[in-house]
């Protein structure tokens, strides 16, 4: 390890100044705690919009991120807190399976991207295809999604308080979406449903655990019209 | 800024090396000329030119006064004559060499090899401006070579450099060049450069021009596009080869990855978002 | 008949025979009436049906004078490979150059998956998992595992990333380059359908591009992050369909892969569109050539390994792909058929699905006799993975053998030293496409501007 980058603060705290230590060394590091159920805290400095800062962690560390992140940030997390003081780039939190990744600027494509659980909260505007091939987790964006969003979500939540872009959830499995502003266009498959109490109490607890201050009844809810589930052979029929 | 112009460029560039370690290219918009005078930056495939010679050779053909700065292969030639005729003389008498840019302010530098072998040869760094644009290639279907270095002229003081892979530029190359419009390479984002060069011959403003490539041009492309006066920014559709883009009160930028604008003063507090697909992004100075 | 008198002492003509068109034969006429009935087009497994120019056409020059060759069974002649060697901290080290190809748990019941990594692992090689993610038995039963990173990404997970022991991004497949997958509801079992997070019964629709990158620079930072999640230990393979393959192969280097995978045309698919299998790529053998040519362009030939899949079916196909400069090759059609797959002693079975032995291609049903494509369990256990997995370790034993018969005749102590220039061609295309000469000339047809 480079000397000077890495400092622990108080008990627990462990500094990590990216200008010193190399992401290697420092996700090594991360790994190295993998499978333990140790609590360290570490705080990054300079990420620079680095890539794969954090990736693959499994443990329930906590770790803040003091600027902003290249790709993949976060990458397929598991327990571990990630706490990004800036915006993400592409696939933030891609396949996360458990844990927490929260952004608070913006992020770029494809956040929490094939994310299989645990929550990816972003405070601010999320990209095109927030939610690309999702598979469980839940995803709370207190901005607005851009274009293709839950793309072929299979399942989990996709919260977002702001507006959605075109084709939001097209090809949808079984992904639910909620959408607290305008939708420019609901993707193939994709339909407005019915938003009952359950639905309701539901997206409270998203928003609750993701500590993002919204009326969960002020939300529409969307989802799979599971039209495309199978084939239908009815091109040859006569109209009736 | 200006004065730090060369510096901040090359540190974008450099970061930007791992995309594109094939061939690196900028274009700086400096020192205009007046305005019956054209700047052209020739680019010769022979290292060992003699441009003095070159300059004279234009004089006696051309009858009109030419003032050749040479940088290494690269010249920086200031003349009265018109920028058509400089070409067509140096396609029938010189066909080693390139025109790289031409206008009132913009000078393009291109070679292949990584971004810091460009910026330590063409004394990068010192290089002061206004505005400025830089490419890194990782060459994907066509050669690795000069000429299919970006950026790539498309009209005066105009140049456009491409990430991302067109679809169907072979037959758009076909007729662009019954149109003729010309090219020296079989790459795609050359075509991209001569679609925009033909509209706007055509008439087009830039923005039509866009417009139109957007109807045109098929496959996956994030564009910059160097102006006299700024640059614009465009995505296609689908919109999924990346670009960010930050504004300052001192200045605006645009990358394909943020740690390439990171290396800017300012760019912590900066306001940086993403531009949307189909959508003409466009600064000019004030 | 006529009443004619006139006509009835003269010879009948006989009747025409029947004149097939080659344009609207009947497999053409029966295509367009089913398409009319079901208005979606066909789906299908399995690989290419149409003639292909092959490695049949190639042809090697063993020893008589001016070459010496080696005496079987006595002299050396091995087969070792070493997989993963440019940045990896563990490459493999496989003992035969003949892996077994992506199929997935899904595609496959859990007893074929079981018998392929049985049979490898006797071998000494590796097997792969595909689009479904990895079950536990296959990891059992496989000493050496690689682990696909899909467009779909269905079961990805962090831990079996760390328990493979390789990586292979897939780009492209030989059977659809540029497609994505399809797998019908038949087939998406409760198992199945937990694997991959989708409701049973759905027919389940993979993605032709990756979820969270696009393009060749895209890719770098992304295997970059796949490093660093496995701690650099493992070998990052990018597998692609043939098609620019010159192009792609070069772009595979540029984003860093340590081991390259080329799968030619005539590679299988669970579920296709048979347009997809007959129309697009390139086959196998000018493949080959191509990515050893853009290998050797870039001083990488042998640095970043290159496997090459699709229609390889015995030990002289083995030979030849390594002649041409392979430096493996890896198998899945031909690893179905040796379980099983189109055995005539299904034959009853297979003609109550309306076909018969030798022509069953509708791995998507899930209806396989021999217990291979299918999820049923009454059908799967008609498929020993003890069996199974002797029969896999003899057919790629018997590939070997083979592969070290030829490569003794041309006089190699192994295996990676068989070249062009031990071969020749039968035929003008194979010459061409092989770029080795046609027998008995010094003459390469065939420019390549490449």
Redesign the interface.
């Known amino acids: 390890m480079t000397d000077g980058g890495l400092q622990k603060i108080g008990e627990q705290m462990i500094e990590i100044d990216l200008d010193k230590v190399t992401?290697?060394e420092f996700?090594?590091q991360l790994?190295d705690l993998n499978g333990t159920d140790k609590k360290e805290a570490y705080k990054i400095m300079n990420p620079?919009?680095?890539?794969?800062v954090a990736?693959?962690a499994?443990a329930p560390v906590d770790i803040t991120v003091e600027?902003?992140v290249?790709?993949?940030c976060g990458?397929?997390n598991?327990h571990a807190n990630i706490d990004i003081k800036?915006?993400a780039?592409?696939?933030v939190a891609?396949?996360i399976?458990s844990g927490c990744v929260r952004v608070q600027?913006?992020t770029?494509?494809?956040a929490g991207?094939?994310g299989?659980g645990g929550m990816l909260v972003i405070e601010g505007?999320a990209?095109?295809?927030c939610g690309?091939?999702m598979?469980?987790v839940d995803i709370v964006v207190g901005g607005s999604v851009?274009?293709m969003s839950a793309?072929?979500g299979?399942?989990g939540n996709l919260v977002v308080c702001g507006n959605a872009?075109h084709a939001l959830g097209d090809?949808l499995?079984?992904v639910k979406i909620y959408v607290q502003g305008e939708v420019k266009s609901l993707g193939a498959d994709c339909v407005e449903k019915e938003m009952t109490e359950e639905h309701v109490a539901k997206l409270a607890e998203l928003l609750e655990k993701a500590k993002i201050n919204a009326d969960p009844r002020k939300f529409r809810r969307y989802g799979s019209a599971r039209k495309?589930?199978?084939?239908k052979?009815?091109?040859?029929r006569l109209p009736e | 800024m200006e004065a730090n112009l060369g510096n901040w460029l090359s540190d974008m560039l450099i970061e930007m090396t791992d995309r594109g370690p094939d061939s690196a290219g900028i274009a700086i918009y400096r020192n205009p000329v007046a305005a019956n005078q054209t700047k052209i930056t020739l680019l010769s495939r022979d290292e060992d030119i003699d441009w003095k010679k070159l300059g004279e050779q234009l004089k006696k053909d051309l009858h009109a006064a030419f003032e050749i700065e040479p940088v290494l292969n690269h010249a920086i030639v200031t003349t009265d004559a018109n920028a058509d005729d400089i070409k067509t003389w140096l396609e029938q008498n010189r066909p080693e060499i390139l025109v790289n840019a031409s206008g009132k302010v913009i000078e393009a530098y291109k070679q292949i090899g990584l971004p810091e072998n460009l910026i330590e040869r063409f004394n990068v760094r010192k290089m002061q401006g206004t505005h400025a644009l830089g490419h890194s290639r990782m060459a994907t279907e066509s050669n690795v070579t000069t000429e299919h270095s970006h950026p790539f002229a498309t009209g005066e003081d105009l140049c456009l450099v491409h990430n991302g892979s067109l679809s169907n530029h072979n037959r758009l190359r076909t007729f662009l060049r019954d149109q003729k419009i010309k090219f020296q390479t079989d790459n795609d984002s050359e075509v991209a450069a001569g679609y925009l060069t033909w509209r706007l011959r055509e008439g087009d403003s830039l923005e039509q021009a866009l417009e139109a490539a957007m109807k045109d041009l098929d496959g996956f492309y994030t564009f910059a596009i160097g102006t006299q006066d700024g640059f614009a920014v465009l995505r296609d559709p689908i919109g999924c080869k990346p670009a960010v883009m930050a504004e300052t009160d001192d200045w605006a930028a645009m990358a394909s990855e943020f740690r390439a604008i990171e290396c800017l003063p300012g760019a912590e507090s900066a306001k940086i978002w993403e531009p949307e697909p189909s959508r003409i992004y466009s600064w000019q100075r004030d | 008949m006529s009443d004619s008198t006139d006509n009835e002492h003269k010879p009948q003509r006989p009747l025409p025979p029947l004149v097939e068109s080659f344009t609207w034969n009947r497999g053409t006429i029966s295509e367009i009436q089913r398409a009319a009935e079901e208005g979606i087009y066909s789906i299908r497994g399995g690989g290419a049906k149409r003639y292909v120019p092959h490695f049949d056409d190639l042809l090697f020059l063993g020893a008589s004078m001016s070459r010496y060759a080696l005496e079987g069974y006595r002299e050396r002649c091995d087969t070792d490979v070493v997989l993963g060697s440019r940045f990896a901290k563990k490459p493999l080290h496989l003992d035969i150059p003949i892996t077994i190809a992506g199929m997935s748990f899904g595609a496959l019941s859990a007893e074929a998956k079981d018998s392929l990594g049985r049979g490898a692992s006797m071998m000494g090689t590796s097997t792969t998992t595909g689009d479904g993610g990895m079950t536990p038995e296959e990891r059992k039963s496989s000493k050496t595992l690689v682990y696909q990173l899909l467009p779909s990404r269905y079961g990805m997970n962090p831990d079996d990333l760390r328990k493979a022991d390789a990586v292979e991004v897939v780009c492209g497949q030989g059977a659809k380059p540029g497609g994505g997958g399809m797998l019908l509801g038949q087939k998406i079992s409760d198992r199945v359908a937990e694997m991959r997070t989708l409701p049973k019964g759905v027919d389940q629709r993979s993605a032709c591009r990756h979820p969270d990158w696009t393009g060749p620079d895209d890719l770098e930072i992304k295997i970059q992050e796949l490093r660093e999640i496995t701690d650099w230990e493992k070998p990052i393979y990018i597998k692609v369909g043939a098609t620019r393959t010159y192009y792609d192969v070069k772009l595979a280097v540029k984003a860093g892969a340590d081991v390259i995978v080329v799968d030619g045309m005539q590679g299988g698919t669970a579920a296709t569109q048979d347009v997809f299998i007959e129309q697009v790529g390139i086959p196998t053998m000018p493949a080959v050539r191509l990515a050893v040519k853009a290998l050797q362009e870039m001083g990488m030939h042998r640095k970043v390994q290159l496997i090459v899949s699709g229609g390889i079916r015995n030990g002289s196909d083995v030979a030849k792909c390594m002649a041409l400069g392979a430096d493996a090759v890896s198998i899945g059609m031909a690893a179905l058929y040796a379980l099983g797959c189109n055995d005539p002693k299904y034959d009853e079975d297979y003609r109550q699905l309306g076909t018969r032995a030798g022509f069953y291609d509708a791995y998507h049903e899930g209806r396989c006799p021999a217990g291979i494509s299918t999820q049923d369990p009454e059908l799967s256990k008609r498929l020993d993975p003890e069996l199974g997995g002797r029969r896999i370790k003899n057919l790629l034993q018997t590939m070997m053998l083979e592969a070290q018969t030829l490569a003794r005749a041309c006089g190699k102590s192994h295996l990676h030293n068989l070249e062009p220039e031990d071969m020749v061609a039968l035929t003008v295309e194979s010459a061409a496409m092989a770029g080795v000469p046609l027998a008995g000339t010094d003459w390469i047809p065939g420019n390549t501007r490449y």
């Open positions: 992401i290697r996700n090594q790994h620079r919009g680095k890539h794969s990736v693959g499994d600027g902003h290249g790709y993949y990458g397929m598991k800036g915006n780039g592409p696939g891609e396949n399976m600027g913006n770029s494509q494809y991207a094939t299989r505007d990209s095109s295809r690309i091939s598979k469980g851009d274009n793309f072929m299979q399942a872009g090809s499995y079984e495309l589930y199978n084939f052979i009815d091109n040859a």
